[in-house]
T-cell receptor, first 112, second 115 residues
């Protein structure tokens, strides 16, 4: 079993829809939770970062962490075609914050 | 003004050859990383150097050897290339501040194809 599990998709939704992306994990030591966005043939770029449990909002994006269930989510409101990309969840433990474990990524397509 | 750059962008080579990928960052960070992303987009850390010292060394074949001549550069040398080495290799950098999360900035990737 991988430390971080993520549905690879692909996920296709119409423009304006609310998108929900999720990951589960097995390592209870994880404290830092991230979402990276990767456009085709580009490097990943950090979208959201959350420490421990709770919610964080940034514009149309909301990240949620439920440590009791070992489950994290990214919500995208009013989705745009420019949001079409692969979304990678990632996490690390406090003891080794630099060692980031990535999910396999969910490929998202927003239809105009 | 590229923050993290890699060369070459594409690398096509025969099995058994030796090749190197170069990475440079101009962000003034003290830590650099190499990741491998396979065909299923799974991104996995290989190595990390902090101030030219190896701090993360995942289970990778000895054929892979990172070299950090200074804080701004981390090169990856691969000996005796195999078909399974075909992947996209990403370099990243970050500034470590104690035992807390530090954002990693990724380069554009080097697409390696072994024939």
């Amino acid at each position: 079993q991988k430390e971080v599990e993520q549905d690879p998709g692909p996920l296709s939704v119409p423009e304006g829809a609310i998108v929900s992306l999720n990951c589960t994990y097995s390592n209870s030591a994880f404290q830092y939770f991230m979402w990276y966005r990767q456009y085709s043939r580009k490097g990943p770029e950090l979208l959201m970062y959350t420490y421990s449990s709770g919610n964080k909002e940034d514009g149309r994006f909301t990240a949620q962490v439920d440590k009791s269930s070992k489950y994290i989510s990214l919500f995208i409101r009013d989705s745009q075609p420019s949001d079409s990309a692969t979304y990678l969840c990632a996490m690390s433990a406090a003891s080794s914050a630099s060692k980031i474990i990535f999910g396999s990524g969910t490929r998202l397509s927003i239809r105009p | 003004d590229t923050a993290v750059s890699q060369t070459p962008k594409y690398l096509v080579t025969q099995m058994g050859n030796d090749k190197s990928i170069k990475c440079e960052q101009n962000l003034g960070h003290d830590t650099m990383y190499w990741y491998k992303q396979d065909s299923k987009k799974f991104l996995k850390i290989m190595f990390s150097y902090n101030n030219k010292e190896l701090i993360i060394n995942e289970t990778v074949p000895n054929r892979f050897s990172p070299k950090s001549p200074d804080k701004a550069h981390l090169n990856l040398h691969i000996n005796s290339l195999e078909l399974g080495d075909s992947a996209v290799y990403f370099c990243a950098s970050s500034q470590i501040r104690g035992r807390t999360y530090n954002e990693q900035f990724f380069g554009p990737g080097t697409r390696l194809t072994v024939l």
